[in-house]
């Protein structure tokens, strides 16, 4: 089954704990993305990868790392966590970065800062 | 830059009634639209979209109709269910972009 998926689903954590979210896809995909979803906000772009070794910031990238060592996993990693980084994460992935093509979505991290 | 607003939620309807969430972008060029739908504890899906102007994008019977001239794309269905039940968000695509850029998101409710 094609998919995207990621790990952990939910997570409480607290303030500077270093922590990461892994995020792997099975389609062979070029372009990866994250995004957070806050009440109010829609979702926004954190960092995209658009193939191997080629990551490059979104609209709020602070407080963020990413790397793409592999074409199927895109961590999130978060060095040093704060209480606004809790929010819902997403992490999508489609065949490249052509607009016409669909973005297939993780179902989500629940991340709690405290 | 590239934006979208939709209309403010939440949406509460009665099973079969006409659904219309309304969308309007603003971007430079010809965007691509989408509509996803975020079902409760799932990640997004992609429910339709439309390419150029006067696309109609359809799917589970849903509807939007790519409007150029009033920068909209609007979200129809004729008789919705409780299984419509979600949130859903308008995005677009601008050429060469490497995003969606999204709505607030709409949540809908269907009551029995």
């Known amino acids: 089954e094609a998919q995207v998926t990621q790990n952990p689903r939910y997570l409480i954590t607290v303030t500077g704990k270093k922590l990461t979210v892994t995020c792997s896809q099975n389609?062979?995909?070029?372009?990866m993305s994250w995004y957070r979803q806050d009440p109010g906000l829609g979702l926004r772009q954190i960092y995209y990868?658009?193939?191997?070794?080629?990551?490059d910031k979104g609209d709020v990238p602070e407080g963020y790392k990413v790397s793409r060592k592999e074409k199927r996993n895109f961590p999130l990693i978060l060095e040093s966590p704060s209480p606004n980084q809790t929010s819902l994460y997403f992490c999508a992935s489609s065949r490249d970065r052509d607009a016409l093509n669909e973005q297939f979505f993780g179902p989500g991290t629940r991340l709690t800062v405290l | 830059g590239n934006s979208v607003t939709q209309m403010e939620g939440p949406v509460t309807l009665s099973e079969e009634a006409f659904l219309t969430i309304n969308c309007t972008y603003t971007?430079?060029?010809?965007?691509?639209l989408f509509w996803y739908v975020q079902y409760p504890g799932e990640g997004l899906q992609l429910l339709l979209k439309?390419?150029?102007?006067?696309d109609k994008g359809s799917n589970k019977g849903f509807e939007a109709t790519y409007r150029k001239e009033t920068t909209s794309f609007h979200l129809e269905k004729g008789s919705v269910q409780v299984s419509d039940s979600a949130v859903y968000f308008c995005?677009?695509?601008?050429?060469?972009?490497?995003?969606?850029?999204f709505g607030q998101g709409t949540r809908l409710t269907i009551n029995p």
């Open positions: 971007a430079t060029g010809y965007p691509s």
């Open positions: 389609m062979n995909h070029e372009y």
């Open positions: 995005a677009l695509s601008a050429l060469r972009a490497q995003k969606l850029v």
């Open positions: 990868s658009m193939n191997v070794e080629v990551t």
């Open positions: 439309a390419t150029k102007a006067d």
